[in-house]
């Protein structure tokens, strides 16, 4: 049920949107105009028409090239973008290979200074020294004991040390002539 308020309203219709450029119609005038001014306008609107189609163009290329453009920079952002995660990947596995190199170095170091450890006692070195160098403990017979008296045997000087310094070449000239006269 249609009520007053929901009738046809004029001029709800929207407005035309008016082009960049003129486009030129032909008026029709009361007046005949010669043929020489009619050339005249036709040649003006054909050059401002291929003036106005020189200037889509030109726009037209500069769109082009600006989305080339920035295609090509984004492209290049990228580019750097995945050329640096690579080298940080390859740094990353560099660190972690030397990681475990470190590791099974000190593993080693440790089983080597172990093994410094259990030579240094006392009863390995005998054992090895036994074995390998065929060598035996002392006795009683082979010790020799030797008596020394118990005079101080070193001398003390009372001297001066005279410690002459290197002299060049002029100075020791000149010393040898002074003790000559």
Excluded: W
Aim: hydrophobic share 35%.
């Amino acid at each position: 049920m249609a009520g007053r308020n929901y009738g046809y309203q004029y001029e709800t219709s929207p407005r035309k949107i008016r082009p960049d450029y003129d486009i030129q119609r032909k008026k029709q005038t009361a007046k005949k105009t010669s043929k020489k001014t009619t050339t005249r306008q036709e040649a003006n609107i054909k050059k401002r028409q291929q003036e106005v189609l020189k200037a889509q163009k030109k726009l037209c290329r500069k769109a082009k090239f600006s989305i080339f453009f920035k295609a090509v920079l984004l492209f290049a952002i990228l580019f750097f973008i995945l050329f640096r995660n690579s080298q940080i990947n390859e740094s990353f596995a560099k660190i972690q290979k030397l990681k475990s190199d470190i590791t099974g170095l000190q593993k080693e170091n440790d089983q080597l200074e172990i093994n410094i450890q259990n030579s240094l006692n006392l009863n390995t070195i005998e054992q090895s020294a036994k074995e390998l160098l065929g060598m035996q403990k002392l006795t009683n017979k082979q010790t020799n004991y030797i008596s020394i008296p118990k005079r101080d045997y070193v001398e003390h000087r009372t001297e001066e040390v005279i410690i002459e310094e290197q002299k060049g070449f002029f100075e020791g000239l000149i010393g040898k002539l002074k003790s000559i006269f």
